[in-house]
């Protein structure tokens, strides 16, 4: 069988990481030929979607545009397009209708409300060219379609398509529980700049005690004007150690349409690492997450402040975490989540 998975960006983004890139070697092992295609590079992605990103100039489209053209006139020889997130940035007009006149079964795997706005949209200058529906039309034509979350699947059907519940799961031999312990009571955060804003819900509630370090990974410089709060640069080959440098993994999330979409990644790799989390009570993380089971929910300043003092207790982290190592291996691990997307695939067959 001859796969093309057509991710919107390479594979530096977590959602081309976690969604596909992660599933390959499985997949290959047993007998897929996967052939991985992206408009742009890493190098190309990295200069326009770091800390200091502002907006991403016509350059950037043009050439993501002329590349993925390229990249659906290559279709036909494959038996199935996996198409990942979008098809462009911007949902160049036009571009669906090709994609399914020349592939012969088409995947859409989903894991953002992108059907709510485009990933990254052109100025309003250029209106005539973006197709604020195209989401909606692969939705509906695609053979399947593999949604990250509930709230997605609901959306699927609801735009007419077939919908297949696949959350985001995570390596759970790569981010393990660490071998020594934290010694310094730490708050985690690990994301990207685009996802840095919601950190602005735990500056509402500080002032935090001085002994609690915030370590915060991904986030631009002054993220958080708070004494205790230090920025570094996430990189994958530090990843897993930053997680099990932290006592507690953070998810503040702001409750909009467009992070209702989202998979709750970061609260599944502080899990996988037997980190306690404390999220606010939104989106996918709902349907795993336990209050006092295997983390904390929390939305008020309050809220936040009570989970964040009686998470100091090690035994109630200890005991929270293994919960939730627990709980990211029996229903979100990458050994379970592999053979069951290779099943997919072959029923297109």
């Not at 200890?318 to 099943?343: C, F, H, M, S």
């Amino acid at each position: 069988m001859r796969v093309l998975f057509l991710n919107l960006y390479p594979d530096q983004a977590a959602s081309a990481r976690y969604r596909i890139c992660q599933f390959l070697p499985y997949l290959r092992a047993h007998g897929v030929d996967c052939t991985v295609s992206a408009p742009l590079s890493n190098e190309d992605w990295r200069r326009f979607s770091g800390a200091t990103r502002t907006h991403r100039p016509f350059w950037y489209h043009f050439h993501e545009t002329s590349a993925r053209f390229r990249q659906l006139l290559s279709t036909r020889p494959y038996d199935a397009v996996v198409l990942q997130k979008a098809i462009t940035t911007a949902s160049i007009r036009g571009l669906d209708s090709l994609l399914f006149a020349l592939a012969r079964r088409v995947v859409f795997d989903m894991d953002d409300a992108v059907h709510l706005r485009p990933p990254q949209p052109l100025s309003p200058r250029f209106d005539a060219i973006m197709d604020a529906s195209q989401i909606q039309k692969i939705m509906a034509r695609a053979a399947c379609v593999l949604a990250g979350n509930h709230w997605l699947v609901g959306e699927v059907q609801a735009a007419g398509g077939h919908a297949v519940y696949f959350p985001t799961v995570v390596d759970t031999t790569r981010f393990v529980p660490p071998v020594r312990e934290v010694q310094h009571y730490t708050l985690g955060w690990m994301g990207s700049p685009s996802t840095a804003p919601a950190l602005r819900l735990l500056e509402e509630a500080s002032p935090f005690p001085e002994d609690v370090h915030l370590k915060l990974v991904g986030a631009p410089p002054g993220t958080l004007h708070l004494a205790q709060a230090t920025c570094e640069a996430w990189r994958h080959d530090t990843e897993v150690e930053a997680v099990q440098q932290m006592s507690v993994g953070l998810m503040p999330l702001e409750a909009t349409p467009w992070n209702q979409g989202k998979c709750a990644l970061k609260a599944l790799t502080y899990m996988a690492c037997a980190r306690p989390v404390i999220a606010t009570p939104f989106g996918a993380v709902c349907d795993f997450l336990h209050h006092g089971e295997n983390g904390c929910f929390a939305q008020s300043p309050e809220e936040w402040r009570s989970a964040i003092e009686s998470l100091r207790d090690p035994d109630l982290r200890r005991r929270l975490g293994q919960n939730a190592r627990a709980t990211v291996e029996t229903g979100y691990a990458l050994d379970q989540a592999a053979p069951r997307l290779l099943a997919l695939l072959e029923d297109l067959q």
